[in-house]
């Protein structure tokens, strides 16, 4: 019974790789420095940056009442749970 094609008893003949070729050590980085490197990196940071789709002030203002509101909300309800688990706690422990 022979097994089937890409099962893992038998390896795929493009799974193999020639002896003769060896993978170079440390490819393209290897040949720059360490201060190249790291000029490279915040040229892609900037990059980055300038693709990122920035909120205009109108939105930065809704945005930002939303979170203090739903914030507020937040410190009222932990205030309330707290203040509601105190009271119990003192009228079962006396």
Do not use: C
């Not at 309330?80 to 006396?94: E, M, Q, R, T």
């Amino acid at each position: 019974m022979t097994d089937a094609v890409g099962s893992i008893d038998t390896p795929d003949a493009q799974d193999e790789l020639p002896e003769s070729k060896k993978a170079r050590k440390g490819g393209k980085r290897a040949k720059k420095g360490p201060l190249k490197r790291l000029a490279t990196f915040y040229r892609q940071i900037v990059a980055e940056l300038r693709k990122v789709v920035w909120p205009s002030r109108n939105q930065l203002t809704s945005y930002t009442t939303v979170v203090i509101f739903f914030v507020a909300i937040m410190i009222a309800l932990v205030t309330v749970i707290d203040y509601g688990l105190n009271h119990a706690a003192k009228y079962v422990f006396g």
